[in-house]
């Protein structure tokens, strides 16, 4: 590892089925402003040409690794990324999506000026909105607050957007779940900021995070991987997760009770009402029961309103938030 002076930063990309936008990405990796760089591509059994334009770029730029394997999903195509690396910090990158030029020396910069273990940027472009933050802050939160933030969730979910010292993972041995279908990045930033010594935050704008890519799991609809998969990823949260402050325990329930409302979404959204009767049921029965104490609970105004509007009709919200999702998407 290089020193702190000038410390190595590893860039992890796991990739699957993206040809269409891996050049894209790889060529914002290339393009940062920040150069003391490992750049780790996982082909993690892409059918279509990802692997190969990895290994194109790789022929190029000495600064890029390679690795071919079979298909092990998201959580461990990152996980063969985190053994191999040898950086002194690692951010990950969803292949589909692409980086500012100064992403790497903003990221590193929150990190080392706050001395914390991990850092995160409370924002980032879309597909339907690039435009910048006006004012720039930074701040620091405590383990506490960092969980409570990503369960609501007040920032981004996911492992992307954030930056992570290579120590403090090793030292907690802090790992992606493979056999979560869905959810891994909460997972995993959860419990990363749980040992955290303390966690910089900014807000700055610098990662690109795609929206219309017609085949991300989380723009089709898909009952067992998305709706199912998401309440066993918080169910795993839940048993394995130390949670000793009432607020986050607060925003964990919030989150568990949206996963059910996200699983009824898929469902109505996949029209297999009939296939998935018995859970389709629980929903509702959940979604219901659990309203008022969401209503009556210290959650901001609009979270409050949105339990209203479940407790009168939890179908007819999935459809309107089906609607709101597919015009973002056309936009």
């Known amino acids: 590892m290089e020193t702190l002076n000038n410390p190595l930063v590893t860039i992890a990309t796991s990739m699957y089925n993206v040809e269409e936008y891996v050049v894209q990405n790889i060529e914002s990796l290339l393009a940062q402003t920040y150069k003391n760089l490992e750049i780790i591509l996982v082909d993690d059994g892409s059918p279509d040409k990802s692997g190969e334009i990895a290994d194109f770029y790789a022929s190029k730029d000495s600064r890029i690794k390679v690795v071919h394997q079979n298909n092990t999903g998201l959580g461990g ?8 690396a040898t950086g002194d910090y690692i951010t990950f990158v969803d292949a589909d999506d692409y980086l500012c030029p100064d992403f790497v020396e903003y990221m590193l910069s ?41 369960f609501f969730p007040n920032i981004r979910l996911g492992a992307w957007n954030k930056i992570y010292s290579m ?20 997972e995993f930033i959860t419990r990363a900021a749980s040992k955290a010594n303390k966690i910089a935050v900014g807000n700055k704008k610098a990662y690109v995070y795609r929206l219309n890519n017609a085949n991300s799991a989380t723009t089709k609809a898909n009952v067992e991987r998305q709706g199912i998969g998401s309440l066993e990823t918080m169910a795993y ?20 009770w949206n996963c059910y409302r996200y699983c009824l979404r898929q469902i109505v959204d996949s029209s297999t009402k009939k296939e998935y009767a018995s859970l389709y049921k629980e929903c509702i029965s959940y979604l219901r029961h659990n309203a008022p104490s969401i209503m009556l609970s210290k959650v901001r105004f609009r979270l409050k309103v949105e339990a209203v509007a479940v407790l009168f009709s939890p179908v007819l919200y999935a459809r309107l938030q089906i609607a709101q999702k597919k015009h973002r998407l056309n936009k």
């Open 110 to 150: 929150l990190i080392i000026t706050q001395n914390a273990d991990m850092a995160i940027s409370k924002n980032c472009f879309t597909t339907s909105d690039m435009e910048q933050v006006k004012t720039l802050i930074t701040e620091t939160y405590t383990p506490e607050k960092a969980m409570e933030e990503f």
């Open 77 to 84: 195509g990152r996980n063969t990324a985190i053994d191999i």
């Open 237 to 256: 949260i839940g048993r394995n997760l130390s949670m000793p402050y009432p607020n986050v325990q607060l925003a964990y329930r919030w989150h568990l």
């Open 167 to 186: 120590e403090f993972l090793h030292k907690y041995s802090i790992r992606f779940v493979p056999e979560l279908k869905t959810g891994e990045g909460l």
